[in-house]
């Protein structure tokens, strides 16, 4: 969703919202090189180029150089700690910031060549809801497609529809104000989508929610996928961005340190797996090291050993071998892979401390 001092004022609320183009330039924008763009997004299937992107602040670097692509019709998870420079990329391309350096297009567009059609196609959702808590959910929905230039009919069919989907009828007229944080957040998505953008920008979608609710937010954004539009997501919850994620792009002092699939990364980077075994008598580590090569760092956890294995077949096999050498069986042996967080932690280490100062 545009920022509200970025929109046309629209009927019924006054004194709320800027004039940064009007309802016929954006139903212009709409239609201008309509069928020809979209013929071209759908042979590239990229819905995000980034390439050679720069921006400081005086002397402080927050972007260097950083390239990329997000395919269309997936989530996309852009992860770094705080200072990354993650911000200062979305609003770069959401149009609220101007580069130094680089190409950004969206949908085939440059952001600031076409401002105006890009933000038309496009919905953001920030940490911050920027719906109006004295305005009942229909109405902020409502308002919402005015700002971007539906008609009265659409705007109301779109509105049913969102809350209907989101499960907010029942909230239909409430004030906004009054929901639950988890209901706040559907509906602010929910408004995000109500000019069906082709492209949904979410930012710590589930930052304070509650397990069900965040969950149930998860499933929202697997389905906005599943009816065809890109979710690109800024998050802090690892195990969020390894549930969505289809591709990572992990970004730290303004670079991008690693990329690719979730699998992919936690596989180069995420470390060995882990074994525990326990066995039907005491056993030492130092016993399960000494010959099976394929195991490391041997650790007592709980009555069970904590093992790394660099090759799990041949760890499994070898202690079988010393298993049936000395006589004893595995009563209980798991398995646990490295996680993304392994991984993004590996990925600091390696990239070492900053230099204390914060990139936006």
């Known amino acids: 969703m545009l920022r509200k001092d970025e929109m046309p004022e629209a009927e019924g609320v006054e004194g709320r919202a800027g004039t940064m183009f009007s309802r016929a330039d954006y139903e212009m924008s ?5 069928a020809s763009v ?3 997004e759908s042979e590239t299937q990229v819905a995000v180029r980034v390439a050679g992107l720069s921006k400081a602040y005086g002397d402080l670097r927050a972007l260097d150089g950083v390239s990329f692509e997000v395919p269309m019709r997936r989530v996309f998870a852009y992860l770094g700690p705080n200072g990354a420079g993650k911000t200062t990329t979305i609003n770069i391309l ?3 910031l101007e580069r130094d350096g680089g190409e950004v297009s969206i949908l085939g567009r440059d952001v600031a060549a076409d401002p105006v059609l890009v933000k038309s196609r496009i919905g953001v959702v920030t940490e911050n809801s920027n719906l109006y808590p004295e305005l009942h959910c229909r109405r902020n929905l409502e308002y919402t497609g005015e700002l971007y230039g539906l008609s009265a009919d659409r705007r109301r069919s779109r509105a049913e529809s969102l809350l209907n989907d989101f499960g ?3 909230k239909a007229g409430a004030p906004f104000g009054t929901l639950s944080r988890g209901m706040k957040r559907r509906l602010t998505i929910a408004a995000a989508l109500m000019h069906e ?4 920008f979410l930012d710590e979608p ?3 929610l509650d397990v069900p609710s965040a969950r149930s937010l998860r499933d929202l954004i697997r389905r906005i996928v599943g009816g065809g539009a890109t979710v690109f997501l800024t998050t802090h919850n690892l195990f969020e961005a390894e549930e969505l994620a289809d591709e990572i792009v992990v970004l730290i002092g303004g670079r991008i340190v690693e990329r690719g699939k979730v699998s992919d990364i936690k596989r180069r980077i995420g470390g060995a797996r882990c074994l525990t075994v326990s066995f039907s008598q005491s056993v030492s580590g130092g016993d399960v090291l000494g010959v099976c090569p394929a195991i490391r760092n041997a650790e007592l956890q709980d009555g069970a050993l904590k ?12 202690l079988v071998a010393f298993c049936n050498k000395e ?3 595995m009563n209980d042996i798991g398995i646990r892979e490295p996680s993304l967080e392994d991984a993004f932690v590996s990925l600091l280490a390696g990239a070492g401390k900053s230099d204390g100062k914060d990139r936006p």
């Open 327 to 329: 006589n004893i069986r």
């Open 197 to 200: 953008p082709e492209i949904l």
């Open 168 to 170: 907010l009828m029942d």
């Open 206 to 208: 589930t930052t304070g």
């Open 38 to 40: 979209r013929q071209n």
């Open 94 to 96: 959401c149009g609220l």
């Open 307 to 318: 093992f790394e294995a660099s090759d799990l077949h041949d760890a499994i096999a070898q």
């Open 30 to 34: 709409r239609r201008r090189e309509g």
